[in-house]
């Protein structure tokens, strides 16, 4: 639930040097790395939705109050997974770490008369033109020496906090716009306007000696005051408990390992581990899960926030959540479906905000992806429960305009519906409800509404972070007739090929503050954006469709191989909640999820075996004839694939086979060879899946 960074209000996270850019280079808004304090809850490398949140700040400190808001200089950063430190000038060691609910941090000072900790609970957002975020309402109280309570009201979401400092002789004092109120043990504030805040919070201050350091532990609620007190009781041990900070960073870092144990690679390259390592990482942080802990109705159970947005996750990282951590997967379907029973709607995205769908213009129906996955899998969800809500959401927003005109603009959203029907359907079979199969399976066909034979593209229309070719490529669940749109195969490829730049000259990349005129002409050229957006990351997995899986090793090669690496600018874009770092788990392995329809597409991997923790057991991809990559050598193909011992005569697994686990086999070899085995099915019809349903009584959950 909790993370924790240095906060420099830099865009997006609050971490790091960069003022705003969606497009081209960003300008600078600090030399170097520096920092203010460290901010509690970050968004994980999203686009631009301004407000992050970076709340209570907690400031170690020599100078004065009134410097509260500086920035200082970080040297010597080394951080881990759930775990980071810093030297912050001049002299002040910072170290941080995170339980489920909780943050601990541990703050060594130089020899000073007066160093101070000092909890700032009006901050939040980002220091970027209307980045801002501003309580609404707050209060704050001096419980015990050493122990105090507070809550804020931010963006509607009541966020509780339970403080405690380890710092025995030190003074404690609230203050309010950077004066002290000595003696005073309450602060309360019923309305705050944006106009008139002034920072207030919390401050310990006395004499240091080097090498003995202090510890600041902090529990986190949506749910008041005593049950963030609660919840670090839970993570980290009372007050009265000696230092907890090594043992609450050792029982994170065991918790991680585990999760990132579960994909093993074999790779003479440090590097590449230290990529897919963090790739990985950067996969399984988001959602965050919060059980127990809606603001927003009372009842226990799952509760998630930081879907930012389904729109970047539904493709890749939920389907790796689910093979990998199908627990948390069940989770958050869960939750989707409280939200939108409460809220009244399955949300694109949802943040610790009041209000599930702000982030409609991106797409609809993405959460009917995620759960008909969850359904082909045989999971015990109350399938009737969730069909319910699966079928009234498609009727909200857009769907009103697709139900009645045959298609919706911006075009992008007729895909979504007509596979958010075709969804619905898979499920609605699931719970034998034939009468709603019939009445969605011709819905469901609508999505070839959105494509002009003439061109064999998406039609004219407005898009989001993209143009028309971006978006063309999607692996929709009737690629047989996807194809024949576009003049047939050789046609569907020559497009492809013409996409990714087969043949054509290198493009010039936008660099700062590209106008108006500038991004116009690059979208024209119709060119994929080395996943640089969530449109483009199915689009080499479509030439497997049309007979050439060759194309495909080719293109992921150069996207692996050339665009992740362990340096600044190791992305090729936002991460977006781990949308592409998970696109990078997937690929590597030579895998890739065919999001909602049971499929996962094989290829290529990068490694020569991995060993990938399944809830079935392990599925071991191994390799002959494997080579080991290089950024600008040429790709390897397959040649052959074996499963459990026996040819496959298809170039795809069922989601069922993948997480059953097994030998995978792959044989490669220098030139494209004579595997094709098949195109991947084309699903029509959802009451005829790639693969039955697995019994669930049987499936290793």
Same mark, same amino acid.
């Given at each position: ?27 600078? /808004? ?69 339980? &489920? ?6 703050? $060594?000072? &130089? ?41 804020? =009201? ?18 404690? +004092? ?39 350091? =202090? ?94 947005? +389904? ?9 790796? /959540? ?7 997967? +069940? ?37 009917? $992806?995620?759960?008909?996955? !969850? ?59 034939? $009468? /709603? ?24 229309? $407005? ?55 500038? +991004?116009?002409?690059?979208?024209? !050229? ?8 969530? &449109? ?121 086979? /993948? ?26 019809? &959802? ?15």
């Amino acid at each position: 639930m909790v993370s924790v960074c240095p906060y420099s209000g830099a865009y997006p996270t609050g971490y790091g040097r960069f003022d705003l850019s969606t497009e081209g280079l960003p300008a600078a /808004l600090h030399e170097g790395s520096v920092a203010s304090g460290f901010t509690h809850f970050h968004q994980s490398g999203t686009g631009a939705i301004r407000k992050y949140y970076n709340y209570l700040r907690v400031t170690p400190m020599l100078q004065p109050l009134d410097a509260l808001g500086s920035s200082w200089e970080l040297e010597e950063e080394q951080a881990g997974p759930g775990w980071y430190s810093a030297t912050l000038a001049p002299q002040i060691r910072c170290e941080v770490t995170v339980g &489920p609910k909780s943050a601990v941090h541990r703050y $060594t000072f &130089p020899r000073h008369h007066d160093a101070r900790v000092v909890v700032d609970l009006s901050q939040g957002g980002l220091a970027i033109p209307f980045g801002r975020t501003v309580p609404l309402r707050a209060h704050l109280h001096s419980v015990a020496p050493g122990v105090a309570q507070g809550e804020v =009201v931010v963006e509607g979401a009541p966020l509780a906090v339970h403080v405690e400092c380890d710092a025995p002789g030190w003074r404690q +004092m609230l203050w309010y716009d950077r004066r002290l109120m000595p003696g005073g043990t309450r602060l309360d504030f019923d309305h705050i306007r944006p106009t008139t805040l002034r920072p207030f919070g919390l401050m310990w201050a006395g004499p240091s000696d080097p090498g003995h350091p =202090v510890e600041v532990r902090l529990g986190f609620s949506l749910r008041g005051p005593e049950q963030a007190r609660a919840n670090l009781e839970r993570d980290c041990g009372g007050f009265s408990a000696d230092p907890v900070f090594d043992r609450r960073r050792e029982a994170t870092t065991a918790t991680w390992d585990e999760h990132l144990g579960k994909v093993q690679v074999d790779t003479p390259s440090a590097g590449r581990a230290t990529v897919l390592g963090t790739a990985l990482y950067h996969s399984l942080i988001k959602p965050c899960l919060a059980p127990d802990e809606s603001p927003f109705w009372p009842t226990d159970g799952p509760f998630t926030f930081d879907v930012a947005t +389904m729109w970047d996750i539904y493709r890749t990282q939920l389907p790796l /959540l689910t093979l990998l951590r199908p627990d948390a997967a +069940m989770d958050v379907a869960t939750a989707l479906l409280r939200i939108c029973e409460e809220e009244g709607n399955l949300p694109i995205g949802y943040r610790m905000a009041r209000g599930a769908d702000q982030f409609s213009r991106q797409a609809s129906a993405l959460s009917h $992806t995620f759960l008909a996955d !969850l359904c082909h899998l045989g999971l015990p969800l109350d399938w009737d429960w969730a069909l319910v809500h699966l079928h009234n959401d498609l009727r909200r927003a857009y769907g009103e305009d697709f139900l009645t005109h045959g298609l919706a603009h911006p075009i992008t959203h007729t895909l979504d519906l007509a596979f958010g029907y075709w969804c619905t359907a898979r499920i609605a079979h699931h719970v034998d409800d034939r $009468t /709603l199969v019939d009445q969605l399976t011709p819905l469901a066909d609508r999505w070839s509404h959105a494509y002009d034979q003439g061109t064999g593209l998406l039609l004219p229309s $407005t898009f989001y972070e993209g143009g028309v070719w971006n978006y063309s490529f999607r692996l929709v669940h009737d690629m047989a007739t996807r194809i024949a749109l576009a003049g047939g195969e050789e046609s569907f490829l020559s497009m492809l090929d013409r996409f990714f730049g087969f043949g054509a000259p290198p493009v010039t990349q936008p660099g700062h503050a590209p106008g108006v005129q500038e +991004m116009t002409a690059g979208y024209a !050229l119709g060119r994929f954006e080395g996943l640089n957006n969530e &449109p483009d990351m199915e689009a080499p997995w479509a030439y497997q469709y049309a007979g050439r899986p060759d194309r495909t090793a080719d293109v992921v090669h150069a996207a692996v191989q050339q665009c992740f690496g362990t340096g600044p600018g190791g992305l090729p874009g936002n991460d977006d909640s781990g949308g592409l770092s998970s696109w990078y788990v997937w690929a590597s392995l030579g895998l890739f999820p065919v999001a909602g329809q049971g499929l996962v597409l094989v290829n290529a991997p990068s490694w020569r075996e991995s060993v990938i923790a399944v809830p079935g057991g392990e599925l071991s991809v191994q390799t002959t004839g494997f080579t080991e990559p290089d950024a600008h050598g040429p790709a390897q193909y397959v040649q052959d694939v074996h499963l459990d011992g026996r040819r496959l005569d298809r170039t795809w697994l069922t989601t069922g086979e /993948l997480h059953a686990g097994g030998r995978l086999l792959i044989e490669l070899g220098p030139e494209p060879g004579r595997w094709d085995a098949g195109r991947p099915p084309s699903l029509p019809d &959802p009451t005829h899946p790639s693969a039955p349903l697995a019994d669930p009584t049987t499936r290793p959950v």
